[in-house]
T-cell receptor, first 117, second 113 residues
Framework: AQKVTQAQTEISVVEKEDVTLDCVYETRDTTYYLFWYKQPPSGELVFLIRRNSFDEQNEISGRYSWNFQKSTSSFNFTITASQVVDSAVYFC??????????????FGTGTRLQVTL | EPEVTQTPSHQVTQMGQEVILRCVPISNHLYFYWYRQILGQKVEFLVSFYNNEISEKSEIFDDQFSVERPDGSNFTLKIRSTKLEDSAMYFCASQRKGAFEQYFGPGTRLTVT
């Protein structure tokens, strides 16, 4: 069985602060994929990043960075110099798909990030 | 940029009525999914669909639910006899073959009264 845990229910920061959203996952598969999705107040789910289990390189995209550590089964997401537009619910998700198959995403419970002026 | 679309954006129905939620996946995608999100809760998998058949379904997806790809573009979710607890946001997602990220539609908010 797969499980994704996002222990932080809600985080409030002041604009320009850095913030890290935690994600811990469980799976018995050796090949898996991790994702972060953003759900702004308008409700849609926006894909942010995918990480493969065999690639532990961290990734940076503008103000966003992701830290994948297999040893601790964690895939944390950091927003540097947060902005009000970053206010949203962020979901971490996991799948153990194989090429050529459809495979469900297992989502965490989400972390609501509130960025204020 | 191509995107997944869903109609209607909001559906209000009475308990016991049938509803059909519609989705148009991204055109070159081959895997299709339905998820639901009860207000304030996490996103839950309902069903996956590939090659005109269900690949996997969750325990939520009981006999009251069905999916169909009636033509080359639409992907529908039908709930035969809605219950109050079916009230949720329903998301359609699609995925390209060889990729693993799923792209979500804007959702349909279903309210059962």
């Amino acid at each position: 069985a797969q499980k994704v845990t996002q222990a932080q229910t809600e985080i409030s920061v002041v604009e320009k602060e850095d913030v890290t959203l935690d994600c811990v996952y469980e799976t018995r598969d050796t090949t898996y994929y991790l994702f972060w999705y953003k759900q702004p107040p308008s409700g849609e789910l926006v894909f942010l990043i995918r990480r493969n289990s065999f690639d532990e390189q961290n990734e940076i995209s503008g103000r966003y960075s992701w830290n994948f550590q297999k040893s601790t089964s964690s895939f944390n997401f950091t927003i540097t110099a947060s902005q009000v537009v970053d206010s949203a619910v962020y979901f971490c998700a996991l799948t153990t798909a194989y090429d050529g198959t459809a495979s469900k995403l297992t989502f965490g419970t989400g972390t609501r990030l509130q960025v204020t002026l | 940029e191509p995107e997944v679309t869903q109609t209607p954006s909001h559906q209000v129905t009475q308990m016991g009525q049938e509803v059909i939620l519609r989705c148009v996946p991204i055109s070159n995608h081959l895997y299709f999914y339905w998820y639901r999100q009860i207000l304030g809760q996490k996103v839950e998998f309902l069903v996956s669909f590939y090659n005109n058949e269900i690949s996997e379904k969750s325990e939520i997806f009981d006999d009251q639910f069905s999916v169909e790809r009636p033509d080359g573009s639409n992907f529908t979710l039908k709930i035969r006899s809605t219950k109050l607890e079916d009230s949720a946001m329903y998301f359609c997602a699609s995925q390209r073959k060889g990729a693993f990220e799923q792209y979500f539609g804007p959702g349909t908010r279903l309210t059962v009264t």
